[in-house]
């Protein structure tokens, strides 16, 4: 199976108070289509870093990243940008940033596949009923509880099926019930969707990576370690519809 | 009667816990008793010493001997006072004696001479709760994908506490995991500390 997305050899690092600090080191990470794939460290380790290295929002140092077999270390910012609208998409604690209805902020990714504000205002509408949140339609980001903000991550991420979906901190500590209902429900998506997209996303807590397909590690030395052995992420048959729950 | 322990997760506590769940043979004891408690590392032939002593202290009832040449297929039921003794312990509240941990025993006491068969240890403990990790995960996606349309109450509240009990145990290894990875990390550099001392 060729990987959705695979980096090789990638460093970042920045400059503090007038040093150099490595952020990350040496990554090698592979992302398959219908897996989860969990970034797990502590805050301020490189988890978010890593997972923009992997949207295309910043450029590594060196390695090369490539998407679906194409190399696009060094492609145009352009290019990169219209990726991240079609291809990927990122979602995280943020929200739209803007002080928009949440119809509009889950359709945006159908606007810039060209389609019309309003059939991409319904499809966000029946996207929000199929992840549960449909009374979320008419609010704003900031009148969304944290569980609603997660549906509404989620119905955005998957609304114009993307290859590769990033998730930064949104699943992160919510508790367990919280957990298992969204992890249930992001299980049910991929399955879903066509095609089953990949999943990257970032934990500080273990709850919620245990669910991923794979669990890696950033460590003292800025590399990854994956937390555990292949056989964790054994291929498990697509969900039959009528199981969902 | 016998005394009990608090916080007492002793094998033949869980194979009197299984026959109050459900009446069964020896063999189907220690099956349950290696399956439903896997990271327990029970054998299955604990049951074959745990079931008969239970009996013997009035918490099991031999309800049909075994024949002859398969003695582990007789068939116990718990009793009364089984009943009431595992009740004891199932709602015991009272704590039980904290973990005593290798490592901090270890650390306490270790010279840098110590350190390389300490880290040792540490790697190879790491990968045993990775692999413990890795198996309670495969076992999480599973119960993820196999809840049934139309559950009954008791077998909603069955599946509901099993997939607890499955989640908490992969948050256990892999926490353990990471804890021991860390640990070995900050060896590895102190030990990398006092070799380099050692050469300048």
């Not at chain 2, 116990?76 to 005593?100: I, K, N, Q, S």
Request: hydrophobic residues 40%.
């Amino acid at each position: 199976m060729s990987a959705v997305l695979s980096l090789e050899g990638v460093e970042k690092g920045f400059s503090r108070g007038g040093e150099w600090t490595p952020v990350l080191a040496d990554i090698n990470l592979q992302l398959h289509a219908g897996e989860i794939t969990a970034i797990n460290a502590g805050r301020l380790q490189g988890k978010t870093t890593l997972l923009k290295i992997a949207a295309g929002i910043e450029r590594p140092d060196k390695g090369t990243i490539h998407l679906q077999n194409q190399n696009i270390t060094n492609t145009s910012d352009r290019h990169r940008s219209k990726l991240l609208g079609h291809q990927i998409t990122w979602i995280d604690r943020d929200g739209p940033g803007l002080p928009i209805q949440t119809t509009k902020y889950v359709g945006w990714p159908l606007t810039l596949h060209g389609h019309k504000r309003r059939q991409a205002e319904t499809a966000a509408a029946q996207a929000l009923t199929r992840v549960g949140a449909p009374q979320c339609a008419t609010r704003h980001w900031n009148e969304l509880s944290n569980h609603q903000r997660v549906l509404v991550g989620l119905a955005r991420a998957f609304i114009a099926n993307p290859t590769l979906i990033i998730i930064d901190d949104l699943l992160d500590a919510l508790g367990y019930q919280a957990t298992e209902q969204t992890s249930d429900l992001l299980r049910t998506l991929i399955d879903q969707n066509t095609p089953r997209p990949a999943v990257l996303m970032s934990t500080t807590d273990i709850e919620s990576a245990i669910y991923a397909d794979h669990i890696h590690h950033i460590t003292g030395k800025h590399a990854l370690q994956r937390l555990g052995r292949e056989r964790a992420g054994e291929v498990i048959p697509r969900r039959r519809i009528a199981d969902n729950p | 009667m016998p005394v009990m322990r608090t916080g007492d997760a002793a094998p033949h506590m869980m194979a009197l816990g299984l026959l109050v769940q459900q009446s069964d043979t020896i063999a189907g004891v220690g099956r349950r008793l290696h399956d439903q408690f896997r990271a327990a590392g029970f054998a299955r032939t604990t049951a074959y010493s745990s079931v008969p002593s239970l009996a013997a202290d009035g918490l099991a009832l031999l309800v049909r001997p075994a024949p002859p040449e398969q003695p582990t297929l007789a068939f116990y039921e718990a009793t009364p006072a089984g009943r009431e003794h595992f009740l004891r312990w199932m709602r015991c509240t009272d704590v039980p004696v904290l973990v005593r941990d290798i490592f901090q025993c270890k650390l306490e006491l270790a010279e840098p001479e110590d350190v390389p068969a300490i880290l040792e240890l540490v790697n190879a403990l790491e990968n045993s709760f990775l692999d413990m990790c890795d198996e309670a995960r495969v076992r999480l996606r599973r119960e993820q994908r196999s809840r049934s349309s139309r559950p009954d109450k008791a077998s909603e509240w069955r599946r509901q506490m099993r997939r607890l009990q499955i989640q908490d145990e992969a948050v256990l290894w892999t926490s353990m995991a990471l804890r021991l990875k860390r640990l070995g990390e900050q060896l590895e550099k102190m030990h990398a500390g006092a070799v380099s001392e050692e050469t300048s």
